[in-house]
């Protein structure tokens, strides 16, 4: 059930932030696989059915906070937290404005959505938290 819900939202986190690989549920998949190849057997076995739900769970919505609607992303980038991102990468934001100014629209427009993606990024944990409790408060 936790992989349905998340599923529509895990697949349009690459649509966002067009720089990341995929990270639709695939991805979480492949970290539960890479999980259960890097531990120990003992431990592996040592886990309760709980436990494994938990981690298998993690691994699904650990980057359930990377997500942005659309209403989400505008408020992020009228936000001054947002703002005071920009003036702190201001070489960044030239570099941009330089490359629009070459007509190079793509590489601006991948400076920008890295710039988006890094304060996304650091703030994903809490952004996640408060994923989970609104996607899953009625379930």
Same mark, same amino acid.
């Given at each position: 059930?936790?992989?349905?819900?998340?599923?529509?939202?895990?697949?349009?986190?690459?649509?966002?932030? +067009?720089? #990341?690989?995929?990270?639709? %549920?695939?991805?979480?998949?492949?970290?539960?696989?890479?999980?259960?190849?890097?531990?120990?057997? /003992?431990?592996?076995?040592?886990?309760?059915?709980?436990?494994?739900?938990?981690?298998?769970?993690?691994?699904?919505?650990? /980057?359930?906070?990377?997500?942005?609607?659309?209403?989400?992303?505008?408020? %992020?980038?009228?936000?001054?937290?947002?703002?005071?991102?920009?003036?702190?990468?201001?070489?960044?934001?030239?570099?941009?404005?330089?490359?629009?100014?070459? +007509?190079?629209?793509?590489?601006?427009?991948?400076?920008? /959505?890295?710039?988006?993606?890094? #304060?996304?990024? +650091?703030?994903?944990?809490?952004?996640?938290?408060?994923?989970?409790?609104?996607?899953?408060?009625?379930?």
């Amino acid at each position: 059930m936790v992989a349905q819900l998340a599923e529509p939202f895990l697949a349009r986190i690459s649509f966002t932030f +067009r720089q #990341f690989t995929q990270h639709d %549920i695939s991805h979480s998949f492949n970290l539960i696989a890479l999980l259960g190849r890097m531990l120990p057997r /003992d431990a592996l076995e040592s886990l309760n059915a709980l436990e494994l739900a938990l981690a298998m769970m993690s691994a699904i919505l650990h /980057d359930s906070g990377m997500y942005l609607s659309d209403g989400e992303k505008q408020s %992020i980038l009228g936000s001054a937290a947002y703002q005071d991102h920009l003036a702190e990468n201001s070489e960044r934001i030239t570099a941009a404005e330089a490359a629009l100014s070459k +007509r190079k629209v793509v590489e601006a427009a991948l400076i920008e /959505d890295a710039l988006l993606a890094e #304060f996304v990024h +650091r703030r994903h944990t809490e952004r996640s938290r408060r994923f989970i409790e609104t996607q899953f408060a009625t379930h």
